[in-house]
């Protein structure tokens, strides 16, 4: 910890203390953008666009008019934290609060603006505040935007989605160790990642097959636009998901010059590069971000992470290339390498304190997207096309030292998935009333799994799945948007999705209503039948070279979601909203050669091993509630509360709590920015913290006697999930100190990762050497540290 303290200190004095070049200079910057119609996304021209500066500035607003393109400039822009407002005839007016000006990087915004039903001559149409809508204007209920920003700004976010989505009501983390996220009490497979409208595979460094999430994010924030993320009841455009949604969008690069972005610290070194790309008489723009990390760099900080040795790389990118009369262009991609190595030690006086050093490990995870768009609007119609080659690579070998030294495998696992997918999507406003979108997207999967495991009892190592092959699957929809009046709106819609491993189809309906009492204030009910198909291995448990397998007929686990929403906005940028939801799963595979309380309900990753069968059910329940500050003079906080029910019947009839079952969860986010030197708004330092109470998840009890026979944990699976470990507290820390210069922004960021150093419980094993059963405990404190330059 000395060198961590060392690292602040001299951060501190030199963002804070060091000199300026000119003590009477202001930095300003610009501040442009494009003003789209909502749902066709064409451009709004002649609009006009403000912004409001801070207190105290002269002038207080600047100004701009949107041109044939709907694009803005404004300039001379100060640094600092500044609000947008859009006026436009016969539309809503949008308003942004909050933006940050830096002088390292100009300011592009993406704005859409929403047509009233009620013409301008009838009613005065009044500005709103609309932060709390998700940009998809189709979800109703149990959906919200994200920014970038936040997902830079919450403690220990570290710009990854996932990590800053455990803020929100309805979300807790599954382990410290890495960000998979349990939603309403769903197992966290049940959430489906979209990048610019289709399905990509687990977007995370670390991760398993089977799995949502892994040890860090691919991601980069450099990359990432608002995005949208959804916990119940989505709409028809989303298939194959039963617990939530990422929809993730892009961003443009600077169409007008070059900036950089350069920051180091102890998850990696980036950089980041975007600027303009010319095209005949077309400008476009490009942006990308490598990084290039070893966690051994916590080890040299004095942070305890083990003996492996973890490695991680990886590359985003975005180009959008317009084509004038034949629409738009882009190019998009990511790519992750990450590697964990576990030597293991082959001496058994080292298993007494550390049991995992008795094994060896290697693990391996590469994931890659590259996709290709088309997008052209007419003057109500507006459709995308997108082409996408994506795969996944997996690996995983796990060797046991014995008594002699001598090396057991205990697990071998070679996966390769490889997806090709092309997605059409048509949007159509009839009138301001009515609105569609309908489309469809083709997959073609192919694989080859490889999975070994050692059996115990029969003392071999049994194999378990062993197949290269190819399927299809195809999803439809269709919604419909009708909103009567200011106040009622309607959406409908049906998604099918079709697999043609064993030709089995699903029909979704989906259907939502919302009454806005005022502009401020609504109630909205929606419901969605929600289908996902079962992780591909799982298919082909048993096989060889292609063989029928007894699961290869095995239907989607499929779930009904309903929900009540309460929404309201109050002065001061406050929001409220609560939710009542229920939802109910069935055909879920439970175990097939038996009564068991086996239920595929409770896993997080991998494929399960065993012959199952669709005759396994579920139910979640549960009341949120949010009530937050969006950032409003350099304040903001976060209130999630949450208490739920969650419950599943295996193929033995019982119903029981699922692993997920926490019953309650509360986190508290929240955080203040200062202006260091007011007269020049050229420095800034900010601190966030997030604290969580939460109801711990459950665990399976170990059978003792078992155990101490075989030598090895044995849980008694007539109690599956019975123990509920205590409950998990954790407090998040970070802080920012940010300094800008006449054309740079320099950023110093530490978060402390559970600052308390609280070792929070995960679950209960047999030590093997120590002959009892002990408490398997998550990471203590992790210091993560940055420096960014920006420029």
């Known amino acids: 910890m000395q060198h961590l303290l060392k690292i602040l200190a001299l951060a501190f004095l030199h963002l804070f203390f060091s000199p300026s070049v000119s003590n009477a200079q202001k930095y300003t910057q610009t501040v442009k953008g494009t003003l789209l119609e909502k749902g066709i996304k064409t451009p709004l021209v002649g609009a006009t666009v403000v912004a409001i500066l801070p207190e105290g500035a002269e002038p207080r607003t600047l100004g701009a008019v949107t041109d044939v393109d709907g694009h803005f400039r404004i300039t001379q822009v100060p640094v600092g934290k500044i609000g947008i407002q859009v006026t436009y005839l016969g539309y809503k007016d949008a308003i942004l609060s909050s933006v940050t000006v830096n002088s390292g990087k100009e300011v592009e915004l993406s704005i859409e603006m929403e047509e009233s039903v009620i013409k301008a001559n009838e009613v005065v149409i009044t500005a709103k505040v609309e932060k709390q809508k998700p940009l998809n204007e189709l979800a109703a209920v149990s959906a919200r935007t994200f920014s970038v920003e936040e997902t830079q700004r919450f403690a220990a976010a570290v710009n990854d989605p996932a990590r800053m989505a455990s803020s929100y009501a309805g979300v807790v983390m599954g382990h410290d160790g890495n960000n998979i996220i349990v939603i309403r009490g769903n197992a966290p497979n049940g959430l489906l990642w979209r990048m610019e409208g289709v399905e990509i595979p687990n977007p995370n460094h670390f991760s398993n097959v089977g799995s949502s999430g892994g040890g860090i994010s691919i991601l980069s924030a450099q990359v990432l636009s608002n995005s949208d993320f959804m916990t119940g009841a989505f709409p028809a455009e989303y298939g194959n998901a039963l617990s939530g949604v990422f929809d993730l969008k892009l961003r443009k690069g600077n169409t007008d010059k070059m900036e950089y972005t350069l920051q180091a610290g102890v998850l990696g070194l980036d950089a980041a590069a975007e600027g303009p790309v010319r095209m005949g008489n077309q400008t476009g723009s490009f942006l ?29 990118f975005h180009m959008w290339m317009p084509a004038g009369k034949a629409g738009t262009f882009t190019m998009f991609g990511m790519g992750g390498l990450s590697t964990q190595v576990s030597p293991g030690k082959a001496d058994s006086t080292e298993w007494v304190a550390d049991l995992y050093s008795k094994y060896k490990g290697d693990f391996l995870a590469n994931t890659g997207v590259f996709g290709i768009t088309h997008s052209k609007a007419w003057e109500r119609t507006f459709i995308k096309t997108v082409l996408v080659a994506s795969g996944t690579e997996n690996s995983f070998n796990e060797d046991e030292f014995q008594t002699d030294y001598t090396l057991r495998r205990n697990y071998d696992q070679q996966h390769r998935q490889t997806k090709y997918t092309l997605s059409t999507v048509l949007n159509h406003k009839f009138n301001a009333r009515h609105f569609l979108r309908a489309g469809a997207y083709f997959n073609l999967l192919d694989f080859r799994f490889r999975q070994s495991e050692w059996d115990f009892s029969e003392n071999y190592l049994r194999q378990q799945i062993r197949t290269t092959g190819n399927t299809q699957t195809l999803n439809a929809f269709a919604q419909w948007q009708f909103r009567a009046s200011e106040q009622w709106t309607l959406n409908g819609g049906l998604h099918s999705q079709t697999l043609f491993l064993n030709n089995s189809t699903t029909l979704e309906p989906r259907a939502s209503v919302k009454y ?8 909205s009910l929606g419901y969605g039948l929600h289908a996902q198909i079962q992780p591909m291995g799982v298919y082909f448990v048993g096989a060889e070279n292609g063989a029928a397998t007894p699961n290869h007929d095995l239907k989607s686990t499929k779930s009904h979601h309903l929900v009540l929403s309460y929404d309201r906005m109050m002065a001061g940028n406050l929001h409220l909203k609560t939710e009542a939801y229920y939802q109910y799963l069935y055909d879920v595979p439970v175990s097939a050669a038996r009564p068991s309380s086996f239920s595929l309900l409770n896993t997080i990753d991998g494929f399960e091993s065993q012959p199952l069968v669709n005759q396994g059910n579920g139910r979640n329940y549960g009341f949120e509630l949010t009530f937050e500050k969006f950032l409003t003079r350099g304040l903001y906080f976060l209130l999630s509360s949450s208490v739920y029910s969650a419950e599943y019947r295996g193929s033995d009839g019982i119903w029981r709590d699922t692993r997920f079952n926490g019953n309650y969860a509360n986190t508290f986010t929240a955080g ?120």
């Open 288 to 316: 990308a971000n490598y990084r290039y990390s070893t966690l051994s760099l916590l080890s040299k900080m004095g942070v305890e992470i083990g003996d492996a040795e973890t490695n991680f790389q990886d590359l985003s």
């Open 672 to 791: 203040k920015e200062w202006q260091w030197n007011t007269s020049r708004k050229n420095r800034s330092i900010a601190l966030n913290m997030k604290l969580v109470h939460a109801g711990g998840l459950r665990d399976t009890p170990v059978d003792v006697a078992a155990s101490r026979a075989e030598g090895r944990t044995v849980r008694d699976e007539s109690r599956a999930y019975e123990e509920n470990m205590p409950d998990y507290f954790r407090l998040d820390l970070g802080a920012r100190l940010k300094r800008n210069y006449a054309h740079l922004t320099t950023t110093f960021g530490i978060d402390l990762q559970n600052a308390s150093n609280r070792a929070n419980v995960l679950n209960r094993y047999y030590d093997q050497v120590a002959e009892e059963v002990k408490y398997s405990r998550q990471a203590g404190l992790i210091p993560v540290i940055f420096y960014k330059v920006e420029f």
């Open 516 to 523: 806005a009492f005022t502009e401020r204030s609504s109630l």
